[in-house]
């Protein structure tokens, strides 16, 4: 429903609140940062890495900003590809980056391996990783989000003791 | 309406902190309670007018979803807008985060807080049987929801 601005003027007097859809369509850093990767501008210096089975919609990307903000981490630190950019995971150093990879399903296809020592599991190029519900089944299944939370705060742990 | 300064909560703060949290509540937060607070890394928030501490809030942040635990107002400046001002600025955070929702608990008795809280656009989402405690045995907790989907403009009257 639409109001004129006299509607709008006169809920204002009456001091209620009006409220309209977030416009979250705008680009945020990370789906700039998604196309610049698809232009081949992947950056392999940042500490953090995000691999995703397809580009993320507006709303996933909203939720993995707020996933990251929790831990203090802003979006520009992180690299996000998807599985088709598969081939760029040997350009990242394990010295560097820690990988979080969204999707059971997805983490099945990258073969990874369980850690000698760490409580976390290595992609094929050694980079220390991590699995979490992909943020489709975040959104469709909030109940997912207790082990997402376990494995975020798990990643910032991971993190911590092998730089810090 | 006067202009709140804002600043972030430090240990050292804790003291004076405890003392608005105890002259506000009948079952104040311990000050263990902040420390822990702090420690986790929850997001931790002064207001001040006029270089006097007159309110704090604490949030935690749980992937998309905030958490206000906290939200005090010292007794002599409440009534005044301030709490109002103080959630706005939470409600800021909550934004800036991109968060999908702002929850918090609050005694079936305090009906002022209930009243500010749906007059900024939350809803009762369950109530917590038994979740304070209370003079006579426990209280009702109810939780209180505020979806941010919705929320990109507030009203001139809200931020």
């Known amino acids: 429903m639409k109001l004129s601005p006299e509607q709008y003027f006169a809920l204002d007097l009456m001091g209620i609140p009006v409220w309209v859809s977030r416009q979250d369509e705008r680009l945020t850093p990370a789906e700039s940062?998604?196309?610049a990767e698809h232009n081949g501008h992947i950056d392999y210096s940042k500490p953090w890495l995000v691999i995703t089975e397809e580009l993320l919609t507006a709303a996933e990307n909203r939720l993995l900003n707020?996933?990251?903000?929790?831990?203090?981490i802003k979006l520009d630190d992180v690299m996000v590809i998807t599985q088709q950019q598969i081939k760029a995971?040997?350009?990242?150093?394990?010295?560097?980056?820690i990988a979080l990879v969204l999707g059971e399903t997805l983490s099945q296809k990258l073969n990874m391996r369980s850690h000698a020592a760490l409580p976390c599991?290595?992609?094929?190029?050694?980079?220390?990783?991590?699995?979490?519900?992909?943020?489709?089944?975040?959104?469709?299944?909030?109940?997912?989000?207790?082990?997402?939370?376990?494995?975020?705060?798990?990643l910032r742990n991971l993190k911590a003791p092998q730089f810090d | 309406m006067t202009e709140l300064s804002i600043s972030q909560m430090q240990l050292a703060d804790i003291d004076k902190v405890w003392q608005i949290e105890k002259q506000s509540n009948r079952f104040p937060w311990t000050k263990g309670n902040f420390e822990d607070c702090l420690k986790s890394g929850y997001r931790t928030f002064l207001y001040?007018?006029?270089?006097?501490?007159?309110?704090?809030?604490?949030?935690?942040?749980?992937?998309?979803?905030?958490?206000?635990?906290?939200?005090c107002v010292k007794p002599d400046y409440q009534g005044q807008g301030f709490g109002r001002q103080i959630l706005n600025h939470?409600?800021?955070?909550?934004?800036?985060?991109?968060?999908?929702i702002v929850v918090l608990e609050v005694r079936i008795s305090n009906f002022r807080a209930q009243q500010l809280y749906l007059s900024m656009g939350f809803n009762e989402m369950s109530v917590r049987r038994g979740y304070y405690p209370a003079e006579q045995g426990r209280e009702d907790g109810v939780l209180m929801g505020l979806e941010l989907g919705m929320l990109s403009q507030l009203g001139q009257n809200l931020l």
């Open chain 1, 66 to 72: 707020a996933i990251f903000s929790s831990i203090d």
């Open chain 1, 89 to 97: 995971l040997d350009g990242f150093s394990a010295d560097k980056t």
């Open chain 2, 48 to 71: 001040s007018v006029n270089h006097e501490l007159i309110g704090f809030s604490v949030v935690q942040l749980v992937l998309d979803e905030i958490h206000l635990l906290n939200i």
């Open chain 2, 90 to 100: 939470v409600l800021e955070i909550a934004l800036g985060q991109t968060a999908a």
């Open chain 1, 121 to 154: 599991k290595q992609l094929e190029n050694c980079l220390l990783a991590l699995v979490s519900p992909s943020l489709k089944q975040l959104l469709n299944q909030p109940q997912n989000k207790v082990k997402m939370w376990q494995t975020i705060l798990q």
């Open chain 1, 33 to 35: 940062q998604n196309e």
